[in-house]
């Protein structure tokens, strides 16, 4: 059974910067699309960042747009999520995912169907 496990998380000040990682016991790993979303309290999951499984292309949503570096590393089996610049509007649960099928387009958010627990986020104004 395919798992994802997030860690990472934490409370930090606006201005500041947090790690997440993400490692994944699934077996076709090298061959997924990866991606990151987050869910605040009483809002829709959004998407936060995608990755193509060779590490190649990536592709963010205008919120974190160049705030935030989505990477990854195949021999690890993990995918990380660097946040800089983080304002208070980013707090929320963060979740790791992970394509349906191998290769696509990392574009196609609606081939994620794989996910994570999460790791909560918190930033402090």
């Known amino acids: 059974q395919v798992q994802l496990v997030e860690s990472g998380g934490g409370l930090v000040q606006a201005g500041g910067s947090l790690r997440l990682a993400c490692a994944a016991s699934?077996?076709?790993?090298?061959?997924?699309?990866m991606g990151w979303f987050r869910q605040a309290p009483g809002k829709e999951r959004e998407f936060v960042a995608s990755?193509?499984?060779?590490?190649?292309?990536?592709y963010y949503p205008d919120s974190v747009k160049g705030r935030f570096t989505i990477s990854r590393d195949n021999p690890k089996n993990t995918i990380y999520l660097q946040m800089n610049s983080l304002k208070p509007e980013d707090t929320a649960v963060y979740l790791c995912?992970?394509?349906?099928?191998?290769?696509?387009?990392?574009?196609?958010?609606?081939?994620?169907?794989?996910w994570g627990q999460g790791t909560q986020v918190t930033v402090s104004s």
């Open positions: 995912a992970a394509h349906r099928a191998a290769f696509g387009s990392i574009r196609r958010i609606d081939e994620f169907g794989i």
């Open positions: 990755i193509s499984w060779n590490g190649r292309e990536t």
């Open positions: 699934e077996p076709h790993f090298n061959i997924k699309n």
